[in-house]
């Protein structure tokens, strides 16, 4: 089955410093995929996707590109913030040839993210 | 408004108890999601409704049950709880294209 792997946290970072959550996935198809955040006491909402092979999704200075070849989506920032500080997922799923969203989404188990002022 | 909402936010219950959780959504999208978070774990998908009137199990819906009252609304529901159900529970909604989640703020619950 597909599973998605994120490397070991936590990760402790001082502001100001670079950024990298690994990310492989283990898939039978081609999925979308995904980072999803959640910051302290509230639910996760989406930080950035890519939806196939070399696409770079990115937002709020985060990227992460699709690589097929290493089936990697490792997440980056230049230069991180103390605000943030989260708990960060990859995620996969599929769609079908018309783009339609089969909705599962597998999760990985999370890396979480502390930055110091 | 939240577009999704969770209640209640936190419940303690002891074993046995029926406990059920509440999700309804504004955001007009027809798939709506349980999930379990357990530290370390990630997310677990519990059931899933597509529809009014297609319910699916996920990864660990043993002990769970749902119903999916109208388009807006999906329940959750312990019928006997044991200890090791406590957990942070999310409810979820999606669109049919873009495999993107949207997500309520979650509801703590311990069974003592």
Same mark, same amino acid.
């Not at chain 1, 670079?18 to 081609?30: P, Q």
């Not at chain 1, 500080?85 to 990985?108: E, H, I, Q």
């Not at chain 2, 978070?37 to 297609?54: E, M, N, R, T």
């Given at each position: 089955?597909?599973?998605?792997?994120?490397?070991?946290?936590?990760?402790?970072?001082?502001?100001?410093?670079?950024?990298?959550?690994?990310?492989? $996935?283990?898939?039978?198809?081609?999925?979308?995929?995904?980072?999803?955040?959640?910051?302290?006491?509230?639910?996760?909402?989406?930080?950035?996707?890519?939806?196939?092979?070399?696409?770079?999704?990115?937002?709020?200075?985060?990227?992460?590109? $699709?690589?097929?070849? #290493?089936?990697?989506?490792?997440?980056?920032?230049?230069?991180?913030?103390?605000?943030?500080?989260?708990?960060?997922?990859?995620?996969?799923?599929?769609?079908?040839?018309?783009? #339609?969203?089969?909705?599962?989404?597998?999760?990985?188990?999370?890396?979480?993210?502390?930055?110091?002022? | 408004?939240?577009?999704?909402?969770? #209640?209640?936010?936190?419940?303690?219950?002891?074993?046995?108890?029926?406990?059920?959780?509440?999700?309804?959504?504004?955001?007009?999208?027809?798939?709506? $999601?349980? $999930?379990?978070?357990?530290?370390?774990?990630?997310?677990?998908?519990?059931?899933?409704?597509?529809?009014?009137?297609?319910?699916?199990?996920?990864?660990?819906?043993?002990?769970?049950?749902?119903?999916?009252?109208?388009?807006?609304?999906?329940?959750?529901?312990?019928?006997?709880?044991?200890?090791?159900?406590?957990?942070?529970?999310?409810?979820?909604?999606?669109?049919?294209?873009?495999?993107?989640?949207?997500?309520?703020?979650? #509801?703590?619950?311990?069974?003592?």
């Amino acid at each position: 089955g597909d599973s998605v792997t994120q490397m070991e946290g936590p990760v402790t970072l001082s502001e100001e410093a670079f950024l990298t959550i690994n990310c492989t $996935y283990t898939a039978t198809g081609y999925p979308s995929l995904f980072w999803y955040v959640q910051y302290p006491g509230e639910g996760l909402q989406l930080l950035l996707k890519a939806t196939k092979a070399d696409d770079k999704g990115s937002n709020k200075g985060f990227e992460a590109t $699709y690589r097929k070849e #290493t089936t990697s989506f490792h997440l980056e920032k230049g230069s991180v913030q103390v605000s943030d500080s989260a708990v960060y997922f990859c995620a996969l799923s599929y769609a079908n040839a018309g783009g #339609t969203s089969y909705g599962k989404l597998t999760f990985g188990q999370g890396t979480i993210l502390t930055v110091h002022p | 408004d939240a577009d999704v909402t969770q #209640t209640p936010r936190n419940r303690i219950t002891k074993t046995g108890k029926r406990i059920m959780l509440e999700c309804s959504q504004t955001k007009g999208h027809d798939r709506m $999601y349980w $999930y379990r978070q357990d530290p370390g774990l990630g997310l677990q998908l519990i059931y899933y409704s597509f529809d009014v009137k297609d319910i699916n199990k996920g990864e660990i819906s043993d002990g769970y049950s749902v119903s999916r009252q109208a388009q807006a609304k999906f329940s959750l529901s312990l019928e006997s709880a044991i200890p090791n159900q406590t957990a942070l529970y999310f409810c979820a909604t999606s669109g049919t294209e873009t495999g993107e989640q949207y997500f309520g703020p979650g #509801t703590r619950l311990t069974v003592t």
